[in-house]
């Protein structure tokens, strides 16, 4: 099992930056895949970035070019680096991990606006 925490949502205005951060309870070396996920009132979570083990990764098209997902193995530790935020991008923000299961995080609230 792992467990999932997640910090550094808040409010930002457009064309901010923020950074997430997930912090695994255990080493996240072998670990499948890590990602994060986002979920508005009324919809559905979609993903928004992926970082299979091997450092591929995957990105919801909207969000291609602005965020950034990494990895820190010796903190045990995935990133979300958000840039040129918007509006659209106001949601809670939720990390996700496969291995041998899914878990997930608690969720961090994100919200963009002037």
């Known amino acids: 099992q792992v467990q999932l925490v997640e910090s550094g949502g808040g409010l930002v205005q457009p064309g901010g930056s923020l950074r997430l951060s997930c912090a695994a309870s255990?080493?996240?070396?072998?670990?499948?895949?890590m990602g994060w996920y986002r979920q508005t009132p009324g919809k559905q979570r979609e993903l928004v970035a992926l970082?299979?083990?091997?450092?591929?990764?995957n990105y919801l098209d909207s969000v291609k070019g602005r965020f950034t997902i990494s990895r820190d193995n010796a903190k045990n530790t995935v990133y979300l680096q958000m840039n040129s935020l918007k509006p659209e991008d106001t949601a809670v923000y939720y990390c996700?991990?496969?291995?041998?299961?899914?878990?997930w995080g608690q969720g961090t609230q994100v919200t963009v606006s002037s």
């Open positions: 970082m299979a083990r091997g450092g591929s990764t």
């Open positions: 996700h991990a496969v291995s041998k299961g899914t878990y």
């Open positions: 255990r080493s996240i070396f072998g670990i499948d895949v």
